[in-house]
């Protein structure tokens, strides 16, 4: 199994609606991340995480919301979806204190679509 | 602030050549740490390869290297002997050490296609 995933895979709402995106891991990380993937853009870090009380806000996090419900799951709302939040988006988790390099392990990514 | 900037937005490298992805950063900060991933054409981000800004000797992975010149800012990713599943798009990344690299600051990527 996959030691993080993300639900839906795939999602296509309507202007003005309500979504989140779920996102679990079995890697005992304290941190995780919430990013955007848009063609020609790279990642852009939306909210983060470092623990269950703490929440932050990334590079582009207007129009989002997050709530981490317990150390293992880290969901991201959009209250109400715009079109130009059309993206590629994914959940990563790191713990840089188990001795390595902080690198971030990514889930599979979620494919919004607002129409 | 932190920019990374991948100046190839596609490559395209015959099967079994050498191949390398450049990157260039921009920061004030004196510890951080710069990071390759790849993506492949089924979107899952894959870990490949970290470089200290402190470290001495360049990172190396299996058919991965880390070309780092501190001096000139670059970081460029070094695949030896390219196979037709190295064929993907190539993130470059860097973050502060000292603040756990909670904010990975990317650059928009190089696709890689590698031609048989």
């Known amino acids: 199994d996959a030691d993080v995933t993300q639900t839906p895979r795939n999602r296509i709402t309507k202007t003005g609606k309500r979504i989140m995106l779920e996102c679990s891991q079995t890697k005992g990380h304290d941190r995780m991340y919430w990013y955007r993937q848009d063609p020609g853009l790279g990642l852009r870090l939306i909210y983060y995480s470092f623990d269950v009380k703490d929440i932050n806000k990334g590079e582009i996090s207007d129009g989002y919301s997050v709530s981490r419900q317990a150390q293992a799951k880290f969901s991201l709302s959009l209250e109400s979806a715009i079109p130009n939040q059309t993206a590629l988006y994914f959940c990563a988790t790191s713990d840089p204190d188990v001795g390595g390099v902080g690198e971030q392990y990514f889930g599979p990514g979620t494919r919004l679509t607002v129409t | 602030a932190q920019k990374i900037t991948q100046t190839q937005p596609g490559m395209f490298v015959q099967e079994k050549e050498a191949v390398t992805l450049d990157c260039t950063y921009d920061t004030s900060d004196q510890s951080y740490g710069l990071f390759w991933y790849k993506q492949p054409s089924s979107g899952e981000m894959i870990f490949l390869i970290y470089q200290g800004s402190y470290d001495e000797q360049n990172a190396t992975e299996g058919r991965y290297s880390l070309n780092f010149q501190k001096a000139r800012k670059s970081a460029n990713l070094v695949i030896s002997a390219s196979q037709l599943g190295d064929s993907a798009m190539y993130f470059c990344?860097?973050?502060?050490?000292?603040?756990?690299?909670?904010?990975?600051?990317f650059g928009t990527g190089t696709r890689l296609t590698i031609i048989p």
């Open positions: 990344a860097m973050s502060r050490i000292n603040f756990g690299n909670e904010k990975l600051t």
